[in-house]
């Protein structure tokens, strides 16, 4: 009786425990990236190899997050990006840009291991950092002109917190 009772304490000790099971990301194409025409504009490599997009022509409503793999913070905000992702995909663009990476391969990783599903931008050799700054991670919001309406530099604290600043700068409610 006393093994029967340790055996059921355990199935149902082991059937309440949280999956660790990661989501799975992947290297999207950058095609879906709306550019305004612009020919003073510096265009980045998309993370999947393909033409890129210009950074400064990029037509929003869109919010754009500047991160790199090496980056502590920028891993901190990735569940917060992927769930406001789900709700916010149709409604507004969602972009990253990789910077300062030691390869590309080191993006590609950091993309598949945090769930990662939107396009990523790649900057091999640093043209952002006069427009972006040199600190990471930095959010860009994009309006419909492609003008930088708001820019939050640091880590996002929580979803509420991109979902109240994409509804005050981009007018968009989720």
Same mark, same amino acid.
């Given at each position: 009786?006393?093994?029967?009772?340790?055996?059921?304490?355990?199935? *149902?000790?082991?059937?309440?425990?949280?999956?660790?099971?990661?989501?799975?990301?992947?290297?999207?194409? #950058?095609?879906? !990236?709306? /550019? *305004?025409?612009?020919? /003073? @504009?510096? +265009?980045?490599?998309?993370?999947?190899?393909?033409? =890129?997009?210009?950074?400064? =022509?990029?037509?929003? &409503?869109?919010?754009? %997050?500047?991160?790199? @793999?090496? #980056?502590? &913070? #920028?891993?901190?905000?990735?569940?917060?990006?992927?769930?406001? +992702?789900?709700?916010?995909? %149709?409604?507004?663009?969602?972009? =990253?840009?990789?910077?300062?990476?030691?390869?590309?391969?080191?993006?590609?990783?950091?993309?598949?291991? /945090?769930?990662?599903?939107? &396009? %990523?931008?790649?900057?091999?050799?640093?043209?952002?950092?006069?427009?972006? =700054?040199?600190?990471? &991670?930095?959010?860009?919001?994009?309006?419909?002109?492609?003008?930088?309406?708001?820019?939050? !530099?640091?880590?996002?604290? %929580?979803? !509420?917190?991109?979902?109240?600043?994409?509804?005050?700068?981009?007018?968009?409610?989720?």
């Amino acid at each position: 009786m006393k093994k029967l009772a340790i055996a059921i304490a355990l199935m *149902l000790l082991t059937g309440c425990s949280t999956s660790t099971a990661k989501t799975q990301g992947q290297i999207v194409s #950058c095609s879906s !990236i709306t /550019n *305004l025409t612009n020919k /003073n @504009s510096t +265009y980045l490599a998309c993370l999947d190899g393909t033409t =890129g997009a210009s950074f400064e =022509g990029i037509k929003g &409503p869109a919010i754009i %997050n500047v991160w790199g @793999s090496w #980056c502590g &913070p #920028c891993k901190e905000e990735m569940p917060i990006l992927r769930s406001f +992702y789900k709700k916010a995909t %149709n409604k507004v663009a969602l972009i =990253g840009i990789d910077v300062e990476e030691a390869s590309i391969k080191d993006g590609r990783t950091f993309v598949q291991e /945090n769930g990662i599903t939107w &396009p %990523n931008l790649f900057d091999a050799d640093g043209k952002s950092r006069a427009y972006f =700054g040199m600190g990471v &991670p930095v959010t860009w919001f994009i309006d419909a002109d492609g003008s930088v309406v708001y820019k939050h !530099i640091g880590v996002l604290k %929580n979803e !509420i917190e991109l979902i109240t600043l994409t509804s005050k700068y981009l007018g968009v409610k989720l």
